[in-house]
């Protein structure tokens, strides 16, 4: 709205530069999680009283060493992200508001299950059946939505990395696949989070990633020059990677070793769903796959122990997800947590490669 008295004011000129814009969203979103965190740390302490409830099956330290931290802190990540993106975020472009409602949405979800896990002392929430029904219906009914919205040829198709020109128009079965590349997303980063910062830096790392991509695919210039499918107006996702960005690095703050508040599965299936959308209306569903690799491997180390365990008998790790496997060898919590944000570090650039070698 300021950006309309730029006649007037030539200083409000600057707001029609995404770069900006978005460097104004971290910033927001940083400090709404420094000014409110504490009070809704605090509020969640005394509405939780015992905390998060702990999987007896899980490592036994975390009876100890958890025991009594409250969770739900999604809440202030989806706080902090929204003020932000209804500040800087231009209100205007459908991808924006698809993208916020999905993290919203999913965030909802999230959080029910939160709040039956708490009310019922127990760490199993809603049916895994149920929320994952919930789950893949909206996630088709945003898919539906953007086949409507993407331009030709763009309309359910699959990019290719490392090719130019490739699409494979999938049809209608586009929707079924980029619903399960939301709903998988968002899975993949709840059962990552298991440990004091494991989830958020990675989460943390893939957003600045797709930040990038949505600039470069956005801008008609970068898009031909890199060679890369060209979606109009993505590029204002850019300010919503960043507020993602700044409402991470705030709840770091409060969830770093060790922590005062886990995000829950209000924060985290918010956080992966945010990041399945902006692959499909980016066309970067595959590289999700590498930059998000991570979250990835957490999520096959849980399907290749289950497989195992009942086709065999056997399990492949001591105990899974991944980051179990490791702590169930005797590698200490930071050094796990550390090394982890390495490898999606590193996974993250060999997904940004993906941009150039055409």
Same mark, same amino acid.
């Not at 180390?301 to 009942?310: D, P, R």
């Given at each position: 709205?300021?950006?309309?008295?730029?006649?007037? !004011?030539?200083?409000?000129?600057?707001?029609?530069?995404? /770069?900006?814009?978005?460097?104004?969203?971290?910033?927001?979103?940083?400090?709404?999680?420094?000014?409110?965190?504490?009070?809704?740390?605090?509020?969640?302490?005394?509405?939780?009283?015992?905390?998060?409830?702990?999987?007896?099956?899980?490592?036994?330290?975390?009876?100890?060493?958890?025991?009594? /931290?409250?969770?739900?802190?999604?809440?202030?990540?989806?706080?902090?992200?929204? @003020?932000?993106?209804?500040?800087?975020?231009?209100?205007?472009?459908?991808?924006?508001w698809i993208v916020l409602a999905m993290t919203v949405g999913f965030g909802l979800i999230g959080f029910f299950d939160d709040y039956r896990k708490l009310t019922r002392r127990s760490s199993d929430g809603l049916s895994g059946r149920v929320k994952l029904i919930i789950e893949l219906g909206l996630a088709m009914v945003a898919c539906v939505v953007l086949a409507f919205?993407?331009?030709?040829?763009?309309?359910?198709?699959?990019?290719?990395?490392?090719?130019?020109?490739?699409? !494979?128009?999938?049809?209608?079965?586009?929707?079924?696949?980029?619903?399960?590349?939301?709903?998988?997303?968002?899975?993949?980063?709840?059962?990552?989070?298991?440990?004091?910062?494991?989830?958020?830096?990675?989460?943390?790392?893939?957003?600045?990633?797709?930040? !990038?991509?949505?600039?470069? @695919?956005?801008?008609?210039?970068?898009?031909?020059?890199?060679?890369?499918?060209?979606?109009p107006r993505a590029d204002e996702l850019m300010v919503f990677c960043s507020a993602l960005v700044g409402a991470s690095l705030g709840f770091l703050w409060f969830n770093a070793p060790p922590a005062s508040v886990f995000m829950g599965d209000t924060g985290s299936l918010a956080i992966g769903a945010a990041l399945g959308t902006l692959a499909v209306i980016t066309k970067?569903?595959?590289?999700?796959?590498?930059?998000?690799?991570?979250?990835?491997?957490?999520?096959?180390?849980?399907?290749?122990?289950?497989?195992?365990?009942?086709? /065999?008998?056997?399990?492949?790790?001591?105990?899974?997800?991944?980051?179990?496997?490791?702590?169930?060898?005797?590698?200490?919590?930071?050094?796990? @947590?550390?090394?982890?944000?390495?490898?999606?570090?590193?996974?993250?650039?060999?997904?940004?490669? /993906?941009?150039?070698?055409?």
């Amino acid at each position: 709205m300021l950006y309309l008295l730029s006649d007037q !004011f030539h200083v409000f000129n600057v707001l029609r530069y995404i /770069t900006f814009r978005s460097g104004g969203a971290v910033v927001t979103s940083l400090l709404i999680s420094f000014i409110f965190g504490p009070n809704i740390i605090n509020w969640l302490r005394s509405k939780q009283g015992e905390g998060q409830p702990i999987r007896t099956d899980g490592p036994q330290s975390h009876l100890v060493t958890k025991k009594g /931290t409250p969770t739900m802190g999604g809440i202030m990540i989806l706080l902090a992200l929204c @003020v932000s993106i209804l500040i800087w975020g231009d209100l205007t472009d459908p991808y924006l508001w698809i993208v916020l409602a999905m993290t919203v949405g999913f965030g909802l979800i999230g959080f029910f299950d939160d709040y039956r896990k708490l009310t019922r002392r127990s760490s199993d929430g809603l049916s895994g059946r149920v929320k994952l029904i919930i789950e893949l219906g909206l996630a088709m009914v945003a898919c539906v939505v953007l086949a409507f919205l993407m331009p030709q040829p763009l309309v359910n198709t699959l990019a290719v990395p490392f090719f130019k020109n490739t699409l !494979f128009n999938l049809g209608w079965f586009f929707v079924v696949f980029g619903a399960l590349v939301v709903t998988g997303a968002s899975n993949a980063v709840n059962l990552t989070d298991g440990l004091d910062g494991l989830a958020i830096v990675p989460a943390m790392i893939a957003s600045a990633s797709f930040a !990038f991509i949505a600039y470069l @695919v956005g801008n008609l210039v970068y898009a031909n020059y890199l060679q890369l499918h060209h979606v109009p107006r993505a590029d204002e996702l850019m300010v919503f990677c960043s507020a993602l960005v700044g409402a991470s690095l705030g709840f770091l703050w409060f969830n770093a070793p060790p922590a005062s508040v886990f995000m829950g599965d209000t924060g985290s299936l918010a956080i992966g769903a945010a990041l399945g959308t902006l692959a499909v209306i980016t066309k970067h569903e595959l590289v999700l796959a590498i930059i998000g690799g991570l979250f990835v491997l957490e999520a096959v180390s849980v399907i290749v122990q289950v497989a195992s365990f009942k086709l /065999t008998g056997r399990r492949v790790f001591r105990m899974a997800p991944l980051h179990h496997h490791f702590e169930q060898k005797g590698w200490h919590e930071p050094t796990i @947590v550390i090394r982890f944000w390495i490898i999606a570090m590193i996974l993250a650039i060999a997904g940004l490669a /993906t941009l150039k070698l055409r």
